[in-house]
C-alpha cells in the first residue's frame, strides 16, 4: 500500500520509516498516522527487520498534528482520535525496538510519542516543545503519565502546562532523550548504533 506523506525503505536488518511532509516541516496529517500504524503492523511479522527506524525529512522531525491541513483520507469523515489512538496502541505494543531519531525540532505529536519509543537519538539542532496550554488542549499520546516517568514531575509540567522549550542537551538532561549527536554526523551516528543493535542475535 503507497502513502504519500510517510516514506518507508527496508535495509539490512532494519526498516525506516520517515515523515515525509518537508513543504509543511512534518506536519502530521491523519493519512500520516494511518500509515505508520499500517508499516509497523507489517514489520512485525517480517522475520528480516531487528528495529524500525522513526525520523523525518528535511530540517524538522515534525511540526506535529496538522490542524489546517485538512483531512487527506479518502471516504467518510474520519474518526482522528481513533487513528491517533490505533497508532499510539501499536506503538506501545510494537514488539521490536523502535528508533527515534530526532533529526530536527519536535513539536507537539511529535514528542508526546517519543517516550513510546525504545530509544531517543537526537541532532544537535532538535528542539522539544508541547505547546498544549497555548492551543488549549488536552496532553496527548499518554504524556501526562510518560513524561514524569521519564523526566520527573517537575520537568513534565514545565514542558505539558508552561510550554517549555527544551534545546538537545536540556532534553538529554532531563531524560526525554538517549543521547544527542552533532547534527554534521548525526545520521552517521544513528548508523552506527542501528548497525550495532541489529548485529546483535
Sequence with gaps: MFY???????????????????????????????????????????????????????EYYTSGADFLGGNSMPGDVVDSLQIFKDLVDRLITFPKPIIAAVNGPAIGMGVTTLPLCDVVYASSSSTFITPFSRIAAAPEGCSSYTFS?????????????????????????????????????????????????????
Design 4 to 58: 504519500k506523506y510517510i516514506s518507508f525503505e527496508i535495509k539490512e536488518g532494519y526498516a525506516i520509516l520517515r515523515f515525509n511532509r518537508p513543504q509543511r516541516k512534518n506536519a502530521i496529517i491523519p493519512e500520516m498516522q494511518v500509515a505508520l500504524t499500517h508499516h509497523l503492523n507489517q514489520l512485525e511479522s517480517d522475520e528480516s527487520v531487528k528495529v524500525v527506524v522513526l525520523t523525518g525529512t528535511g
Design 149 to 201: 516517568k521519564a523526566m520527573g514531575y517537575a520537568k513534565a509540567n514545565e514542558m505539558l502546562l508552561f510550554n517549555r522549550t527544551l534545546s538537545a542537551q536540556e532534553a538529554y538532561t532531563a531524560g526525554l532523550v538517549t543521547e544527542v549527536f552533532p547534527k554534521e554526523v548525526f545520521k552517521a551516528e544513528v548508523q552506527k548504533r542501528v548497525e550495532e543493535i541489529i548485529d546483535n542475535p
